[in-house]
């Protein structure tokens, strides 16, 4: 069973609408790490946001925050107020208790429109 | 602040040619370390990791191998490439030690570019 699953491959936004990836996990340790990742054109991976299994509220950066719903299993990440240069794959990931390895998923290409 | 660096950026080689890509950290000590491969349009495969000089861990079997002979060093080699060797090569780094492992982002270098012909 694939332990991270982003189900939309791709997404045409207007420029300045609010984005939300969808990232759904699957595991059973307590403890993990949930990460997104955006890959532009150019291939180097960016980090953009973290959020821990045991924080009490959802991350945020800057124009980037995660939904994080525990029960749900799920760990949405949110773009407010797009801008072209958002254009990019972002990936979901996971690193679960104190494993050394992070699981990534297949990715959403992100377009936005002018 | 810590620096990965990836060398080369770009690589067009013949199959059946060997392969040797670098990654090197700088910044931080004892880094964990890891190769990824990304065809196009396509996610990230882990190929190896490290937690430390010498210790290689492998996710897939194959015909390409890891070695790690510095601290922050770290080689993605082959005898003989394949055709479907081809992608997107990334070295990435986390914190290493044992403590909070679930909170270390991993961050990753520029990447190699590599073509089997």
């Known amino acids: 069973a694939q332990k991270i699953t982003q189900t939309q491959p791709g997404m045409f936004v207007q420029e300045k609408e609010a984005v939300t990836l969808d990232c759904t996990y699957d595991?059973?340790?307590?403890?993990?790490?949930l990460f997104w990742y955006k890959q532009p054109s150019s291939g180097e991976m960016i980090f953009l946001i973290y959020q821990g299994s045991y924080d009490q509220q959802n991350a945020t950066e800057g124009r980037y925050s995660l939904n994080f719903q525990k029960a749900r299993k799920s760990a949405n990440l949110v773009i407010s107020a797009s801008q072209l240069g958002d254009s990019a794959m972002y990936f979901c990931a996971m690193r679960e208790g104190r494993d050394d390895k992070i699981i990534f998923g297949k990715g959403t290409r992100l377009h936005i429109l002018p | 602040s810590q620096t990965i660096h990836q060398w080369p950026a770009t690589l067009v080689q013949p199959v059946g040619s060997p392969l040797s890509l670098e990654c090197t950290v700088e910044g931080t000590s004892n880094p964990n370390l890891y190769w990824y491969r990304q065809a196009a349009g396509r996610g990230l495969q882990l190929l190896f990791y490290s937690v430390g000089i010498g210790q290689i861990s492998s996710e897939v079997p194959q015909n390409l191998s890891a070695s790690r002979p510095q601290d922050r060093q770290f080689i993605l080699s082959s005898k003989k490439l394949l055709l479907s060797d081809s992608g997107f090569y990334l070295c990435?780094?986390?914190?290493?030690?044992?403590?909070?492992?679930?909170?270390?982002?991993?961050?990753f270098g520029p990447g190699t570019r590599l073509t089997v012909l």
């Open positions: 990435a780094w986390s914190r290493g030690g044992a403590s909070g492992r679930g909170t270390d982002t991993q961050y």
């Open positions: 595991t059973s340790d307590p403890s993990y790490g």
